[in-house]
């Protein structure tokens, strides 16, 4: 069993940074990948970021070179560096862990841009 806290989500201004984190209750070294997702009011949830064991990092089009997955694994943490953030970018952020073929999802963290 798995589980994933995240925190670090809040209030922005548009253009303003905020730095997501989902902490895992053990070692995420062995983590086939590790995800973000998020949720926005009345839309389907969408993969933003991905972290794969390897080290690629595919991102959704829409945040490409405003996000930054990245991975700490003697904290056993991932993080999501969110710049230049836009309302559009308004939603529920949540983390999500494979580990031998099982997801595992935190409980989400609420990031609002506005002005």
């Known amino acids: 069993q798995v589980q994933l806290v995240e925190s670090g989500g809040g209030l922005v201004q548009p253009g303003g940074s905020l730095r997501l984190s989902c902490a895992a209750s053990r070692s995420i070294f062995s983590f086939t990948s590790m995800g973000w997702y998020r949720q926005a009011p009345g839309k389907q949830r969408e993969l933003v970021a991905t972290i794969f064991s390897g080290g690629s990092t595919p991102y959704v089009d829409s945040v490409k070179g405003r996000f930054t997955i990245s991975r700490d694994n003697a904290e056993n943490t991932v993080y999501l560096q969110m710049n230049s953030l836009k309302p559009e970018d308004t939603a529920v952020y949540y983390c999500?862990?494979?580990?031998?073929?099982?997801?595992?999802w935190g409980q989400g963290t609420q990031v609002t841009v506005s002005s």
């Open positions: 999500r862990a494979i580990l031998n073929s099982r997801l595992y």
